[in-house]
């Protein structure tokens, strides 16, 4: 099979050696066969397991390590339903956790027709105004479905998004102020009352609809050097506090950079912005603008580390960071990295 993105999204990989490396050939068996397994399961929990292969791949797992993880992951999964997927989808439909197998059945056929590079670009200026959905598990999954290079997987991609779809709102028409001053700003808001317990998304929504909100999120930055900033902020922050809400931040920023040359505009959607603000606000972390201390431990070990991980936020966040600090050298994403993976 051709690449599908070359030479916009090549693949990565890690120093590590191994007598008996996993292969793309190999992940994309597995992504074939895990077609069978729901995007969802527990209700609203999103189904690790294609994102997590992919990040071992590049993380230098071994061909047995990636069997092995994904015997013991997908026993907790759920087989998808046998519903035929509707002929037509309109704008109603999104957000309809229902209607995963229309919305895969079209992008699968969008994928058909225009390619998948062009059936990206397309989906996403659909979709980016609510990238959140999900805790942002249908934008990170999409983008590992890219560094996959596997056009399945990226039809259930956009349609975990899709069917999850969560817009939440901003004011027009304000002027940006740096950063730090805004997200200063929305921490002053006071708490929604129903902003304690739930998931993720949930309290994201609960924020998001607290009063004062939409006016200061329409504040904050939204240019290419506003991902960076932002990524850096959840490195900074996880290294600092663990939160495993930051965690879902920092791997959907790494997401954003995956998906870069496919964004409907030029500068970061405002969309992601938002959920950004929703997340850290949801989070209850206090935001570290500086580290919390110097990294220690050097990559080749925190990769192999990470392989040797049973949670796959563990795998992703590593990867992330890993990725990231390719991009944007840094030492935060070696101690975010660092935070995750135990000595």
């Known amino acids: 099979m051709a690449p599908m993105f070359s030479p916009n999204a090549p693949a990565m990989s890690t120093p590590l050696a191994s007598a008996a490396p996993a ?15 729901a995007a969802t399961y527990r209700g609203a929990l999103s189904n690790h397991l294609p994102m997590a292969q992919q990040a071992l791949l590049e993380l230098g797992a071994t061909a047995e390590r990636m069997q092995a993880w994904t015997e013991a992951h997908e026993v907790h999964l759920e087989p998808r339903c ?5 002929a037509i ?5 999104l957000g309809r956790p229902d209607a995963d197998a229309s919305w895969r059945a079209h992008f699968a056929q969008r994928i058909a027709v225009l390619g998948p590079s062009a059936a990206l670009r397309e989906g996403l200026g659909l979709l980016m105004p609510g990238a959140g959905a999900i805790a942002f ?10 560094l996959a290079a596997h056009e399945g ?3 259930a991609g956009l349609a975990h998004w899709a069917s999850h779809f969560m817009p939440l709102p901003s004011a ?6 740096p950063l730090g001053a805004g997200v200063a700003a929305l921490l002053q808001l006071p708490p929604p009352t129903s902003s304690a317990g739930g998931l993720i998304a949930e309290r994201m929504q609960a924020w998001a609809a607290a009063p004062g909100f939409a006016d200061a999120v329409a504040q904050l930055p939204a240019t290419p050097d ?10 900074r922050t996880y290294a600092a506090t663990g939160n495993f809400t930051v965690l879902h931040l920092l791997t959907a920023s790494h997401a954003m950079t995956v998906l870069e040359p496919w964004w409907p505009e030029a500068d970061l959607p405002r969309g992601f912005v938002v959920a950004a603000a929703a997340s850290l606000l949801a989070s209850r972390a206090q935001p570290a603008w500086v580290l919390d201390q110097p990294p220690c431990r050097p990559w080749p070990t925190l990769l ?15 990867h992330a960071a890993w990725r990231l600090g390719r991009r944007w050298p840094d030492p935060a994403w070696r101690r975010a990295a660092e935070r995750a993976v135990p000595v």
């Open 226 to 235: 506003t991902l960076r900033e932002l990524a850096l902020l959840a490195a």
């Open 153 to 155: 997987e990226l039809a």
């Open 89 to 93: 989808l309109l704008a109603r439909d």
């Open 304 to 318: 192999s580390a990470a392989c040797a991980q049973d949670d796959p936020h563990v795998i992703k966040l590593v």
């Open 82 to 86: 046998g519903a035929r997927p509707a």
């Open 137 to 146: 598990h249908g934008l990170i999954r999409t983008a590992h479905a890219v």
């Open 23 to 37: 292969t793309r050939t190999q992940l994309h068996r597995l992504l074939d066969a895990g077609r069978a397994h």
């Open 172 to 177: 027009p028409g304000s002027s940006a102020v």
